[in-house]
């Protein structure tokens, strides 16, 4: 698994493509380690056109809360897969060796952070190739771009530096537990006061 990690980074690339010309329904229904990449790209995809939309002045408040909402749903999902993918990871790997280290980021941790910068490349592109933009704003964007691509690069790297270290037993990861608690009804004192007083 952690072997072929390069290729679900493409994917990723492959995916946010594909789900512009024509957006994907959401399924919580998982099938493979390649499946739980997939759905949390899905989920980040979701929240970076929700988080735009959300920021619209004109469309009213309700369209806003309706937006926070699904920000809150998707996000809470996209945490849910990080947490599956680790999991998938941990169950394939041997004992870590007495001295190993443990690297406090996660292999799903990073595999997200690269979901997302897909995303922002996808659109930063779209920016520097836009053709009713000023010539200085895709300059700019082009710029960007080129940063964005070496970030990428650079973070799959260390990805597969980790994936390395993992195989080996030089450093071990937990999973790392998010707990959301706003989504929680008897975590949140905002909506139990509501539950209480309903």
Not at 24 to 44: D, I, M, W, Y
Not at 135 to 161: D, Y
């Amino acid at each position: 698994m952690l072997q072929t990690l390069r290729g679900f980074i493409e994917c990723q690339r492959a995916w946010t493509a594909a789900w512009h010309v024509a957006e994907p329904a959401p399924s919580l229904v998982t099938h493979g380690f390649a499946q739980l990449v997939k759905e949390n790209h899905l989920r980040n995809f979701l929240l970076w056109h929700v988080e735009d939309l959300a920021r619209r002045d004109d469309l009213g408040a309700e369209a806003v809360r309706r937006a926070k909402r699904a920000i809150d749903r998707h996000n809470q999902e996209r945490n849910d897969f990080i947490e599956q993918m680790d999991a998938a990871i941990l169950e394939t790997l041997h004992a870590p060796e007495e001295k190993a280290l443990m690297h406090s980021e996660t292999p799903g941790m990073i595999l997200d952070r690269l979901s997302i910068m897909a995303l922002k490349e996808y659109h930063m592109e779209e920016e520097a190739n836009r053709t009713t933009a000023a010539e200085v704003h895709r300059h700019t964007c082009g710029r960007k771009l080129s940063c964005l691509r070496q970030q990428r690069a650079n973070l799959t790297e260390c990805l597969m530096q980790l994936s390395a270290e993992l195989l080996a037993g030089r450093q071990y990861f937990k999973i790392y537990h998010q707990f959301k608690m706003y989504n929680d009804a008897t975590l949140n004192p905002q909506i139990r006061q509501l539950m209480v007083s309903g």
